[in-house]
T-cell receptor, first 114, second 110 residues
């Protein structure tokens, strides 16, 4: 019963490097989300997707890109890593947005950019 | 802009010492208010959804209540395993996206 799986769990990047954070879910959920969590701050929505081939910006999308080629996978890409992107990144999914459909979260990727 | 403020930031309790966490919100019409629990190194885990003022939900030692401006998470006779960060999130009527508070970190000592 995997739910939402994120890889890697930890990563250290140098400024200017790029990387992709992987997220996959096995619940056949249509909706998927990427959040970042910084100390003392609430979760901030980066991007979300309502289904394969459809993505949209959240509150803090600058410096990130996403794609959704399948229902299961929703990778997040950092093209030119900056220290401000040091954070914990969470992927989540839900059957649909809102109402009595809570989001299910993965265990996060802890990313440090030095 | 939707705002969610949780207080206190941190709460240290003795085992069995009941207390309450507060989630104050400003939203242009509330579709739903969500409570999540987050353990260190883990993702948030869903606890409750509340939809209208006066509504209450219970799960084991936790009870969530809702008014028009705030929600409370009551922890009755807590145990050490209730130690976690509790997150509150609101969903406005005119959108489906969630706005999260910063959380309250609860530590229960045996």
């Amino acid at each position: 019963n995997a739910g939402v799986t994120q890889t890697p769990k930890f990563r250290i990047l140098k400024i200017g490097q790029s990387m992709t954070l992987q997220c996959t879910q096995d619940m056949n959920h249509n909706y998927m989300y990427w959040y970042r969590q910084d100390p003392g701050m609430g979760l901030k929505l980066i991007y979300y997707s309502v289904g394969a081939g459809i993505t949209d910006k959240g509150e803090v999308p600058n410096g990130y890109n996403v794609s959704r080629s399948t229902t299961e996978d929703f990778p997040l890409r950092l093209e030119l890593a900056a220290p401000s992107q040091t954070s914990v990144y969470f992927c989540a999914s839900s059957p649909r947005m809102g109402g009595n459909q809570p989001q299910h979260f993965g265990d996060g990727t802890r990313l440090s950019i030095l | 802009e939707d705002q969610v403020t949780q207080s206190p930031e941190a709460l240290r309790l003795q085992e069995g010492e009941s207390s309450s966490l507060n989630c104050s919100y400003t939203v242009s019409g509330l579709r739903g208010l969500f409570w999540y629990r987050q353990d260190p190194g883990k993702g948030p885990e869903f606890l409750f959804t509340l939809y209208s003022a006066g509504e209450e939900k219970e799960k084991e030692r936790l009870k969530a209540t809702l008014t028009k401006k705030e929600s409370f998470l009551h922890i009755t006779a807590p145990k050490p395993e209730d130690s976690a960060t509790y997150l509150c999130a609101v969903q406005p009527l005119n959108d489906y996206k969630l706005s999260f508070g910063a959380g309250t970190t609860v530590t229960v000592r045996a």
